[in-house]
């Protein structure tokens, strides 16, 4: 089995959350391949330009109205490595814990809706608050980091006392590290990436929402779930034909009158092995002879 192969295998077989970062480093390793290719044509920036235009979500409602696929393509597409390999490690961590209490369809009904909601109060804020008037028609946002912290801050909310063993700092309860990366985020919007700790401020809150409501008994991620649903249902390929043939009452009585002919014959075999044929009444020739058995 080739290399490709056991990636196709790793991927139709995995989990949800392989899924997930295999589509992230598809994503990543597709866009970096195009960019090489743009850059051995001597059209580097050109290229680079068009595809983070053509993925990532614009704050500008205008370039968003004309592109609105980029609020779900955003939360995969990733420039730097390191900016895939932290929210891929990430991922992978709490995507782990959170498969341990809730389930896959949760999970990326969470990712999708967690990144939908980094990217509305990404776009809101650019086009509320003053202070990004000026980088308004030119920001735009991308990476999985909204998507990721709304798994992050579900599962640390759903379960605030698991703990974890962290480098240099040992055991320490999800809900401490959730606290952490929200202030983090809140005193870095005044710094060099405003747009994206927004954006990781609206999959926090996402995840925060989403299991207030879901111990309430209402799963927000439900409605996405029948959409993924219906939507693979189109791809899969139809079922074998399954006939079903249902007995009569005629069917009863052709296998009953069957049944009563063939213990006849079988009679009158027995009948010819002990006296020999010629003790046959010409009744008895005669149904044999229809049945086609001859001694």
Excluded at 56 to 84: C, D, K, N, Q, V
Excluded at 96 to 105: C, H
Excluded at 174 to 191: E, P
Excluded at 199 to 228: C, E, S, V
Aim: aromatic content about 16%; proline content about 3%.
């Amino acid at each position: 089995m080739s290399v490709i192969d056991e990636i196709y295998h790793s991927f139709k077989t995995g989990s949800i959350l392989t899924r997930l970062i295999y589509v992230n480093l598809a994503v990543f390793v597709a866009v970096k391949i195009i960019q090489v290719i743009f850059f051995l044509f001597s059209a580097d920036h050109a290229g680079t330009y068009f595809i983070i235009n053509w993925l990532a979500a614009p704050a500008m409602i205008s370039e968003l109205l004309s592109r609105p696929w980029t609020i779900f393509t955003y939360m995969f597409l990733h420039e730097g490595f390191l900016h895939i390999l932290f929210n891929i490690l990430w991922l992978y961590w709490f995507g782990r814990i959170f498969l341990e209490y809730l389930d896959e369809k949760k999970l990326l009904g969470v990712y999708i809706l967690g990144g939908l909601a980094g990217a509305f109060l990404y776009i809101l804020s650019f086009n509320l608050f003053p202070a990004f008037t000026q980088v308004l028609p030119v920001s735009r946002a991308l990476g999985a980091s909204a998507a990721v912290l709304a798994i992050v801050i579900s599962i640390s909310v759903y379960v605030p006392n698991y703990t974890i063993t962290l480098l240099f700092l040992g055991p320490v309860k999800l809900k401490y590290i959730a606290a952490f990366m929200i202030v983090l985020d809140i005193i870095s919007i005044a710094g060099n990436n405003p747009g994206g700790h927004i954006a990781h401020l609206g999959g926090a809150l996402f995840g925060w929402l989403y299991i207030r409501q879901y111990r309430k008994g209402f799963d927000m991620t439900k409605g996405l779930t029948r959409f993924f649903q219906r939507v693979s249902s189109w791809f899969k390929p139809p079922g074998k034909l399954k006939v079903e043939y249902k007995k009569t009452a005629t069917d009863y009585d052709y296998n009953r009158q069957k049944v009563r002919r063939q213990q006849r014959i079988d009679e009158i075999l027995d009948k010819i092995s002990k006296s020999g044929y010629d003790s046959l009444s010409k009744e008895e020739k005669e149904i044999l002879f229809r049945t086609g058995s001859k001694p």
